[in-house]
């Protein structure tokens, strides 16, 4: 089973990277035996990066993406917005550690506090698949709200075929998997009024393919 959060400030409940908040310590673990660095530097090439950027990372857990960003492309002002308070602390300490410069705030990828038009680039990494069908739209819609209009969406989710197969899933599917089969995940972006390229796939060492969506307002 997996653990629902939620804090007696906000009703909203949130589902821990790892599933239960004592499985954090592996988060890092995981994210090596995986492989998911080399789909965080493609996610960053295809994002391209350049001075004076400011880029957001979506459920940002603990920091990985953006530190890998932030180490290669020091000129752009980055944020990130996750709602677990344990994995914004591991954040802040590993890319103080790194030498990056971010800003890290506590929230919702449904009702992300940020101003239209706030940012160049919005990552999304490995998080789409946890959350509820409804809110899935809800993400989209306050992406293509806090990006500019030139600004690019690089959303990177797990692939599961039509029989219900990849990131590890065998015969297990529950309805957040069941959104991810086939292209669904490129046409529920469009659908929330973006133009979306063809999607990249690419094979993780453990537990299947991921793809990388990029996508792009329509004006």
Not at 207 to 217: K, T
């Amino acid at each position: 089973m997996t653990e629902r959060t939620s804090h007696s400030h906000d009703e909203r409940d949130y589902l821990p990277g790892m599933g239960k908040h004592w499985l954090l310590p592996l988060y890092d673990v995981v994210h090596h035996v995986f492989g998911l660095q080399p789909v965080h530097e493609e996610m960053i090439r295809l994002a391209g990066l350049r001075a004076g950027l400011r880029v957001l990372d979506v459920g940002c857990g603990t920091g990985n993406l953006l530190r890998t960003t932030g180490r290669t492309h020091p000129e752009v002002e980055l944020a990130g917005l996750d709602p677990d308070p344990k994995a914004l602390g591991r954040a802040r300490r590993k890319a103080a550690r790194a030498g990056v410069a971010v800003r890290l705030e506590r929230g919702f990828a449904q009702a992300p506090p940020y101003p239209d038009g706030s940012f160049d680039r919005v990552f999304s990494s490995l998080m789409l698949h946890h959350l509820d069908t409804a809110v899935k739209d809800e993400l989209l819609a306050e992406v293509r709200r806090v990006l500019r209009p030139d600004g690019v969406l690089v959303l990177a989710d797990a692939v599961v075929g039509e029989r219900g197969h990849g990131h590890g899933m065998g015969r297990r599917m529950n309805e957040r998997m069941r959104d991810n089969v086939g292209d669904a995940v490129s046409r529920r972006i469009a659908a929330a009024g973006f133009t979306v390229e063809p999607t990249r796939t690419m094979a993780l060492r453990v537990g299947g393919d991921v793809g990388i969506e990029v996508a792009r307002p329509n004006r």
